[in-house]
């Protein structure tokens, strides 16, 4: 086989990704939390899209414009009753506190949707593009990867050219400094976490039409999306991309080379790597997060 | 001195239980696994209560201490177990060594998300070789040590009772011995503790290798007593998180913290598996067996001890984010 092949759907897949990283880093820049829920922010992104799809007969695709701010309000509304309420406290508790909100929101998407995988299938689902040389490239990977970088450039413009965008990056950059520039900070994180849990909520969506759909999908998400961030440097939001793709591209290639068994073998392995050897991630600052 | 002198009377107590309880084993398997949860949270409080070094991945050290003991023990049925758990020992000490060398040089959030990306590439490589039985496990027919019957339960309710006073006596110990007044002035902070001159790694390690040796003679009674083991029941994510989360609601850092957060949430959790909350709702007369929020809470109710432990976790840090024994410790 090509090694073309893999590259590509690497690439597509890793967009994605890309997307879940990109909000988790956000959140991690601005308020200075590890979000261990942000895999099951995707899970019900899936599931939104699901049943957007199997009840209301949307596009999965489409589903987007309803679950972008359905998912931001989530977020928003989150932040306010009850992370803010952990800011200032030692980071073992944010992590604790979003893995029993991860572990509230995965059991109860298993007691309501049950533990049978769901699929979501569209009339395009098993359609590819035929490309010369035998490398084909799926449909549904291909829109979703070009959506992902419609969203990405939004997000780029909103982050470097609007007031909130400049407040948020202040806030991430040093948040006494904003503070003391009149910026609400307390806003700023809210706004933070409703774009990350927008951003999960869309990469799950995304990858819906082309993954079981299950209420514990989330756990591998989150560690990938750690994996992302660390690599790309935790809180840089252009690291995160450029992470994404990295990933899509090694789990792919260890699919096609290795064995599916040991692709996030290989993906943990590559996390534990830059720890090792670059703790600032590719495009961190030096030196350790205190 | 004095908590030494309740360590004993404790389990001089506990020691007597099954004498007074009598041959019944449901409720010495409860107690077992209280033992068990309060022995794994205290092994953890050494590492995340006195070092300050929250691990996400203790079910690791749990699942080597489990699968070392069974792989050998089918293979060479006629090996002493405790061979068995010493060499499972040497297999945990060796994953922590390699967690603790790559991050202990590190900060903050990492050292936690360190280790869970080791617990799960240890938990993904057993699932994938086949030597460790993959996704069906291992059981384990047969197993004799000095004649005991270790069909019946007692022999692991002692077990388990005699590393949980192990545990419990070295904590005891590091709190006023030179190695734990490092262990706190780490934790409390490690610039401080650095310019006193503290070597900051040698000290993380030695309590993540006491933390993880002890957790893994844990895991291999456990495959002793249950037989059986996979990777959901000994390497899940959801086994750290539980440990933590007993040390949590009794109170981190504390000597008894994990005592009591294990005699809280381990019956809780059998309450819920076997449907004693729901039965009882029912017979108190709050819900109708027949109506729609019966029929779902007798369906439901036991699959949902995970999720009563998401609510706990979020209420408990909220809340009582010092745990119960935290209420009552003086502020230093």
Not at chain 2, 129 to 137: E, I, L, N
Not at chain 2, 272 to 296: C, H, M, P, Y
Request: with cysteine.
């Amino acid at each position: 086989m090509s090694f073309l092949q893999p590259l590509l759907s690497g690439i597509l897949t890793g967009g994605v990704y890309a997307l879940a990283g990109i909000g988790m880093s956000l959140v991690f820049g601005v308020m200075n939390i590890s979000n261990f829920a942000h895999g099951d922010l995707m899970m019900l992104g899936m599931y939104l899209a699901y049943f957007a799809f199997t009840l209301l007969h949307i596009d999965p695709y489409l589903s987007l414009v309803l679950i972008i701010p359905t998912a931001f309000l989530f977020g928003y509304v989150l932040e306010k009753l009850l992370i803010n309420r952990v800011i200032n406290h030692p980071h073992q508790n944010q992590i604790l506190l979003t893995i029993g909100l991860g572990l509230i929101m995965s059991n109860t998407a298993l007691l309501a949707f049950t533990s049978d995988p769901k699929i979501l299938t569209t009339s395009y689902s098993s359609s590819a593009f035929n490309l010369a040389g035998g490398i084909s490239i799926s449909v549904p990977l291909l829109l979703s990867f070009l959506i992902t970088c419609v969203i990405i450039t939004i997000l780029y413009v909103f982050l470097s050219k609007s007031t909130t965008g400049m407040a948020l990056r202040a806030t991430s950059q040093n948040r006494e400094a904003a503070q003391l520039m009149g910026i609400n900070v307390a806003k700023m994180s809210a706004i933070a976490f409703g774009i990350g849990t927008a951003l999960a909520a869309t990469a799950g969506a995304l990858i819906a039409p082309t993954y079981y759909i299950h209420p514990l999908a989330g756990h591998s998400f989150l560690l990938k999306a750690f994996t992302i961030c660390v690599l790309g440097g935790l809180g840089s939001v252009v690291g995160a991309g450029v992470g994404g793709v990295i990933i899509g591209v090694v789990e792919s290639m260890s699919s096609t080379y290795l064995s599916s068994d040991w692709k996030d073998v290989v993906v943990f392995m590559i996390f534990l790597a830059v720890l090792l050897f670059r703790p600032q991630g590719l495009f961190g600052n030096k030196g350790g997060q205190s | 001195m004095k908590q030494i002198a309740l360590i004993t009377i404790l389990a001089a107590a506990a020691f007597a239980l099954p004498l007074v309880i009598g041959e019944n084993p449901y409720i010495t398997g409860i107690l077992i696994s209280v033992l068990m949860m309060a022995a794994l949270s205290s092994a953890w409080n050494i590492l995340g209560g006195y070092a300050g070094q929250y691990s996400f991945g203790h079910a690791a050290y749990f699942g080597a201490g489990a699968y070392t003991t069974l792989i050998l023990l089918t293979i060479y049925p006629t090996l002493n177990p405790l061979i068995c758990v010493a060499l499972g020992i040497i297999a945990a000490s060796i994953i922590a060594l390699i967690t603790g060398s790559i991050v202990f040089r590190l900060r903050g959030h990492y050292f936690g998300l360190a280790s869970i990306a080791v617990a799960e590439i240890v938990r993904l490589s057993v699932l994938n070789f086949d030597f460790t039985g993959g996704a069906q496990g291992i059981l384990l027919s047969d197993v004799s040590l000095w004649g005991l019957d270790l069909n019946s339960k007692n022999p692991f309710y002692y077990g388990m009772l005699l590393v949980l006073v192990v545990t419990l006596g070295i904590t005891a110990y590091l709190r006023t011995s030179k190695t734990g007044y490092y262990l706190q002035a780490i934790r409390e902070d490690q610039d401080a503790a650095s310019s006193l001159g503290i070597n900051l790694s040698y000290y993380k390690n030695k309590s993540l290798l006491i933390s993880a040796a002890l957790t893994s003679v844990l895991g291999s009674l456990y495959g002793l007593y249950i037989r059986f083991i996979d990777t959901s029941a000994v390497l899940d994510l959801r086994l750290s998180i539980e440990i933590i989360l007993t040390a949590i609601i009794g109170g981190v850092g504390t000597l008894w913290g994990p005592v009591v957060g294990a005699l809280l949430l381990v019956p809780l959790a059998e309450m819920l598996r076997s449907n004693l909350l729901g039965d009882t709702l029912v017979k108190a007369g709050l819900v109708s067996e027949t109506s729609a929020l019966g029929i779902f809470l007798k369906e439901n109710l036991a699959h949902a001890h995970v999720l009563v432990y998401g609510i706990i976790t979020v209420l408990c840090i909220l809340y009582l984010p010092k745990g119960i024994l935290g209420l009552f410790r003086r502020t230093k």
